[in-house]
């Protein structure tokens, strides 16, 4: 069992130096910024409205996995310069798959 733990202590501390170093990786392409909008009931992963965080391709900022998830191809598209066919082409608004705690979140292209 001992060496079980240590095995999965390793390896955690691997991930997290991978972790490390891609978010610090150079930036690519434009800022994206994630803002909470709303709530349907309550967000298992702690999300609340108003909270923003800075998405890119290497990194979560936080965001719930599963948001990230069904996030990262408007994250891509908004950071490497491609336009939403509809709507704004520098912003969109998403929610996660929880359909009974829906999080809706605003993705804003940042040009500086």
């Known amino acids: 069992m001992r060496v079980a733990a240590n095995l999965l202590l390793r390896k955690l ?3 997290n130096k991978r972790w490390i170093m891609m978010s610090k990786m ?3 392409g434009y800022r994206v910024v994630g803002t909470v909008k709303s709530i349907k009931g309550k967000c ?3 999300h609340k409205v ?3 965080f800075e998405l890119s391709m290497h ?3 936080g965001l719930c996995g ?3 998830h069904d996030a990262l191809p408007w ?3 908004l950071q490497l310069g491609g336009e939403i066919p509809w709507g704004e082409k520098d912003s969109i608004e998403i929610e996660c798959m929880d359909r009974h705690n829906a999080v809706k979140m605003a993705l804003r292209r940042v040009k500086e």
Do not use: N, Q
């Open 13 to 15: 501390v691997e991930a």
């Open 26 to 28: 150079p930036k690519i």
């Open 44 to 46: 298992s992963a702690g």
């Open 50 to 52: 108003g909270d923003k």
């Open 59 to 61: 990194d979560t900022a």
């Open 66 to 68: 599963l948001f990230y």
């Open 75 to 77: 994250i891509l598209a």
